[in-house]
């Protein structure tokens, strides 16, 4: 059974830090481009980083930059957010996500960051 499980959400004060991870299980992420995006209540999902198979590109939303950055351990199936100077806007469920093709890829069922002091 395919699956992506992310956990390492929850509350956290305006400045500060959460690390995320993405667990795959019943397939393995070499060949498969890893992402994370975010959902906030009432916008739709968007794009916050990525990182190619070989992880040799990576690719983050103008809105993270510089306080975020995506990881990826193919040798333990994993992929990682470390989220640092988290802000009120970074609010959301993330979800991660695989993908080789259009037709190819897989979601995780998300996990809920909330900024707020």
């Known amino acids: 059974q395919v699956q992506l499980v992310e956990s390492g959400g929850g509350l956290v004060q305006p400045g500060g830090s959460l690390r995320l991870s993405c667990a795959a299980s019943?397939?393995?992420?070499?060949?498969?481009?890893m992402n994370w995006f975010r959902q906030a209540p009432g916008k739709e999902r968007e794009f916050v980083a990525g990182?190619?198979?070989?992880?040799?590109?990576?690719t983050n939303a103008d809105s993270v930059k510089g306080r975020f950055t995506i990881s990826r351990d193919n040798a333990k199936n994993t992929v990682s957010l470390q989220m640092n100077s988290l802000k009120p806007e970074d609010t959301a469920v993330y979800f991660c996500?695989?993908?080789?093709?259009?037709?190819?890829?897989?979601w995780g069922q998300g996990t809920q960051v909330t900024v707020s002091s």
């Open positions: 996500n695989a993908r080789r093709s259009s037709v190819n890829y897989y």
């Open positions: 019943g397939f393995t992420i070499t060949s498969y481009a």
């Open positions: 990182i190619t198979s070989a992880g040799g590109r990576i």
